[in-house]
């Protein structure tokens, strides 16, 4: 007999909101099952967190200090810490969902890439998924422009928010929710 723990075989690594505690994460226990470890990349990644909170995610309930995980490494890069799950092919396609990440779409808000990720308990290097953002470049401007920090961690403060104008008028859509603004920033070439 099969149980759908069975059909698990997908590594999973999630920095956000996804995480233990974290506002997506009882929404998403099914997907995400049990929680396998705590894990931090191998290599220095660049997590930028904006100042103030907004969310361009369609796949999102919530405006809060989205983060935006790039693979440029900047002078700031840092190991990244998380959580893995294993997940099974239906939940990482639920999971592209909530990322709005079609593989045949070139509008992605992120990329679905597999990254390499060391157990903080045992030291055992393995190979998850993990999301990046599709379009680093705003991110990377609102650093420059210092209405953004990157870290190491994304923390419970980073994530937590308000619900979107659309489920504040009906917490149980299923979306897509509200595209709320980018923020603006004054006419300057911000480069990297």
């Known amino acids: 007999m099969t149980t759908s723990q069975d059909k698990r075989k997908?590594?999973?690594?999630?920095w956000g909101t996804?995480?233990?505690g974290f506002?997506?994460?009882d929404a998403n226990k099914e997907v995400l099952g049990d929680l396998i470890g705590k894990f931090t990349t191998v290599k220095p990644l660049s997590l930028i967190v904006p100042l103030a909170s907004f969310c361009p995610n369609k796949?999102?309930?919530f405006v809060h200090r989205i983060g935006a995980l790039?693979?440029?490494?900047?002078?700031?890069?840092a190991k990244l810490k998380g959580e893995v799950y294993l997940i099974s092919e239906a939940g990482l396609a639920q999971l592209d969902k909530l990322e709005n990440y079609d593989p045949k779409s070139k509008t992605n808000s992120y990329v679905r890439k597999t990254i390499d990720l060391a157990n903080d308990a045992t030291g055992e290097v393995i190979n998850a998924y993990i999301y990046f953002i599709n379009d680093a470049e705003k991110y990377e401007a609102l650093l420059q422009?210092?209405?953004?920090?990157?870290?190491?961690?994304y923390t419970l403060d980073m994530a937590r928010g308000k619900y979107k104008p659309c489920c504040e008028a009906n917490s149980n859509h299923q979306g897509p929710h509200d595209e709320l603004p980018f923020p603006t920033l004054p006419?300057?070439?911000?480069?990297i």
């Open 70 to 77: 790039t693979e440029k490494t900047l002078s700031q890069s």
């Open 187 to 191: 006419a300057k070439n911000y480069a």
């Open 18 to 20: 996804l995480k233990q």
């Open 145 to 153: 422009a210092k209405q953004a920090e990157i870290v190491p961690e």
């Open 23 to 25: 506002p997506n994460h």
């Open 10 to 14: 997908h590594y999973y690594f999630t």
């Open 59 to 61: 796949g999102c309930r």
